[in-house]
């Protein structure tokens, strides 16, 4: 462990496109590690093929190795493998009829316009709406500080029309959108979801039915 910290903080000094020249006492102070302790670790990560280097008369030449360099690219990879999948957001509610506005909004062109450019599908013009569940509300307040995708407000015929965004996810496993309106005349334990498909009759659902809908974004 102190050896691969040892080398995160050499590739943070930019040792992995070129050679640089360090005192052990300034790594050990950076790494709050006694200068004997980093002198020893730079010598396995030598030893190992690491990192190379060229004694000089007060401080070392350093460079991190093509091997040392993909043993980081590894690690990252898998990390972003890791915190990607616990940072997956999975919520679970039931079908419900909503307020029958969703049909109207979907079919302003000026939504529809940005919703094709900026999600990738044309919508089918009207929203799914889930009653979430006790335990999930809270995660409504995840999803919102997500940056998502944003469409634009406008106004018409003297009427404006706000801002909204989108949060990519999959419903029963269909593509489709999480939106969050600025102004919103559900409460937290609602959330309304576009997708390119009626779902009603794509995923055969009647009220009450139980809709899972997961976070890709």
């Given at each position: 462990m102190?050896?691969l910290?040892?080398?995160?903080v050499?590739?943070?000094?930019?040792?992995?496109?070129?050679?640089?020249?360090i005192?052990?006492s300034?790594?050990g102070?950076?790494?709050?590690?006694?200068?004997?302790?980093?002198?020893?670790?730079?010598?396995?990560?030598i030893k190992n093929d690491?990192?190379?280097?060229?004694?000089?008369?007060?401080?070392?030449v350093v460079r991190?190795?093509p091997?040392?360099k993909?043993?980081l690219?590894?690690?990252?990879?898998?990390?972003?493998?890791v915190?990607k999948?616990t940072?997956?957001?999975?919520?679970?509610g039931?079908?419900?009829d909503g307020?029958?506005?969703?049909?109207?909004?979907?079919s302003?062109?000026?939504?529809r316009?940005?919703?094709e450019?900026?999600?990738g599908?044309?919508?089918?013009p009207?929203?799914?709406?889930i009653?979430?569940?006790?335990?999930?509300?809270?995660?409504?307040?995840?999803?919102k500080?997500?940056d998502?995708?944003?469409?634009q407000?406008?106004v018409?015929k003297d009427?404006?029309?706000?801002s909204l965004?989108?949060?990519?996810c999959?419903?029963?496993?269909?593509?489709?959108s999480?939106?969050?309106p600025?102004r919103?005349?559900?409460?937290?334990?609602?959330?309304?979801?576009i997708s390119?498909?009626?779902?009603r009759?794509k995923?055969?659902l009647?009220?009450?039915d139980?809709?899972?809908?997961?976070v890709?974004e």
């Open positions: 102190k050896e910290k040892v080398l995160l050499l590739a943070e000094m930019v040792c992995l496109e070129k050679d640089i020249a005192k052990t300034d790594l102070k950076k790494l709050k590690m006694p200068q004997q302790t980093v002198s020893r670790i730079l010598l396995n990560l690491l990192v190379k280097k060229i004694k000089g008369i007060r401080s070392y991190i190795t091997k040392g993909k043993l690219e590894n690690l990252k990879s898998d990390l972003d493998n915190f999948r940072g997956e957001i999975g919520i679970t039931k079908l419900v307020l029958r506005d969703g049909k109207y909004y979907m302003l062109i000026e939504y316009k940005q919703f450019k900026k999600l599908f044309k919508p089918y009207g929203t799914l709406n009653r979430l569940n006790a335990e999930d509300e809270t995660v409504k307040d995840q999803i500080r997500i998502g995708i944003p469409i407000g406008f018409k009427r404006v029309y706000g965004k989108c949060v990519r999959r419903i029963n496993q269909i593509e489709g999480i939106i969050i600025e919103s005349h559900y409460g937290s334990e609602i959330i309304e979801l390119p498909f009626e779902l009759k995923l055969k009647i009220n009450g139980e809709v899972f809908v997961e890709v």
